[in-house]
């Protein structure tokens, strides 16, 4: 998990600009209420329900989208995370009926999740986001160029004049299907690889429990290690202290010690091979072939396996594994 660099101001402002036009509310009619009823039935072979109390429910729903939703409209597009939950937790306690209180496994009643539906069709990422060049413009904005996630899969964004050619996944934080009020929150959406979105697909990660790479990341940390003879890679776990416990839970998420040891045995095996080769007598035929002047400086000799500056890991695929590793072998003076 590495940090995402933080957005300036006029990009979130140009965000919100084009977002909030786009985002309708109008009054709940019984018919849409009915129409989320049979979605929500379709699948019950029996005890299917309805509600009973409907102008009842339309009347608090439309005091809902219109007194609060329109009003914190703005807040809930560019807010960071901590906003946009304390408004959440707002409104699971003023309008309890139309909005399960945030937790772990979301328990809905049938009017919560008719609610629910209602607000998917007004916070609708598929069509405000997904659709045209929206999407390439906020991948622009976040300028992510390998997944924060995992850190294996590079994400850039690139257009060739207004011809969309290559972008990544944007994950959802909070899924859109559990909380579709963070559907179009910048701060809800991690530019992500295709195979990190798809593992996680529509869990939600939770602010007080998983890390947020918004705000965090263990750039700092050694998380990879290797076991011989067979360059097993491995997650460091022994460490539980509260921001590698976060990263910890995401990482069984989306299986990333798994993925790593299944993909990338290769790199670790060639640093190490590499790093053997690096005596004295090697770097003075290395400097007599290339005309250069290499030492057995450390810094110098990581720089030549691959290691990459803490600043950089963002930008470069699978350089929080090398540096690791390289880290390792220094350490333990392996050769």
Excluded at 21 to 40: A, G, S
Aim: net charge positive; aromatic share 10%; charged share 30%.
């Amino acid at each position: 998990m590495i940090k995402i660099n933080p957005m300036n101001t006029y990009n979130i402002e140009q965000y919100t600009q084009k977002i909030k036009p786009k985002v309708v509310i109008n009054k709940i009619t019984k018919k849409q209420v009915h129409d989320k009823e049979k979605i929500i039935n379709k699948r019950r072979t029996k005890n299917k329900e309805k509600i009973t109390e409907i102008d009842e429910f339309i009347k608090e729903a439309n005091t809902f989208l219109n007194t609060r939703i329109k009003n914190d409209l703005e807040q809930l597009i560019s807010g960071d995370m901590k906003t946009i939950l304390n408004i959440y937790d707002q409104y699971a306690e003023t309008f309890e009926k139309l909005i399960p209180k945030r937790g772990v496994k979301l328990e809905f009643s049938f009017e919560q999740k008719i609610m629910n539906y209602l607000l998917r069709d007004i916070f609708n990422y598929g069509e405000i986001i997904s659709k045209g060049n929206m999407a390439y413009e906020i991948m622009s904005i976040l300028n992510v160029n390998v997944c924060p996630y995992c850190n294996r899969e590079y994400t850039n964004t690139i257009m060739k004049g207004k011809n969309k050619v290559i972008r990544p996944d944007f994950d959802h934080y909070y899924s859109k299907s559990e909380y579709p009020i963070f559907a179009l929150s910048l701060y809800n959406l991690i530019p992500s690889c295709k195979i990190c979105n798809q593992k996680k697909r529509e869990k939600s990660f939770h602010y007080d429990i998983n890390m947020y790479p918004f705000e965090e990341g263990v750039e700092d940390k050694k998380v990879f290690t290797y076991e011989l003879p067979d360059y097993k890679i491995k997650i460091q776990k022994e460490d539980m202290e509260d921001k590698y416990g976060r990263f910890l839970k995401n990482a069984r998420i989306l299986n990333i010690e798994e993925i790593y040891d299944g993909a990338h045995r290769n790199v670790v095996k060639n640093i190490i091979q590499k790093h053997k080769s690096m005596n004295e007598k090697i770097i003075d035929v290395y400097n007599q072939r290339l005309g250069t002047t290499i030492s057995q400086d450390e810094n110098v000799l990581k720089f030549i396996l691959g290691y990459t500056s803490k600043e950089e890991i963002k930008n470069v695929s699978l350089s929080k594994l090398k540096n690791d590793i390289i880290d390792t072998l220094f350490d333990e003076n392996i050769s």
